[in-house]
């Protein structure tokens, strides 16, 4: 069994700043490209950034140079640092991780279970 636990989120005025963390348990090998999305109301779900276990990284449009997106390897742990939040980024954030697991031995994609960040106007 595999967990991945977010959190970090909340309620920030616009400008302020929020880091997400979401951490992965249970009987993990090997985690591969970890990573965020988010789905605002009435919305698909969206990604925001990805990064791989080697640390390369990708962005949506819509967020490069205002967030970053880190993991700690050791503590299977990957971070969203979230600066100059405006209200559209308002949305339910949910972390991903491609993880291959030990018994069974299979790779696949596991999900949080998703934290609120409200950016008020």
């Known amino acids: 069994q595999v967990q991945l636990v977010e959190s970090g989120g909340g309620l920030v005025q616009a400008g302020g700043s929020l880091r997400l963390s979401c951490a992965a348990s249970?009987?993990?090998?090997?985690?591969?490209?970890m990573g965020w999305y988010r789905q605002a109301p009435g919305k698909q779900r969206e990604l925001v950034a990805t990064i791989t276990s080697a640390g390369i990284t990708n962005y949506a449009d819509s967020v490069k140079g205002q967030f970053t997106i880190s993991r700690d390897n050791a503590k299977n742990t990957v971070y969203l640092q979230m600066n100059s939040l405006k209200p559209e980024d308002t949305a339910v954030y949910y972390c991903?991780?491609?993880?291959?697991?030990?018994?069974?031995?299979?790779?696949?994609?596991?999900w949080g279970q998703g934290t609120q960040v409200t950016v008020s106007s």
């Open positions: 249970g009987s993990i090998v090997k985690i591969n490209t």
């Open positions: 991903s991780a491609d993880i291959l697991t030990v018994m069974p031995l299979i790779l696949r994609t596991y």
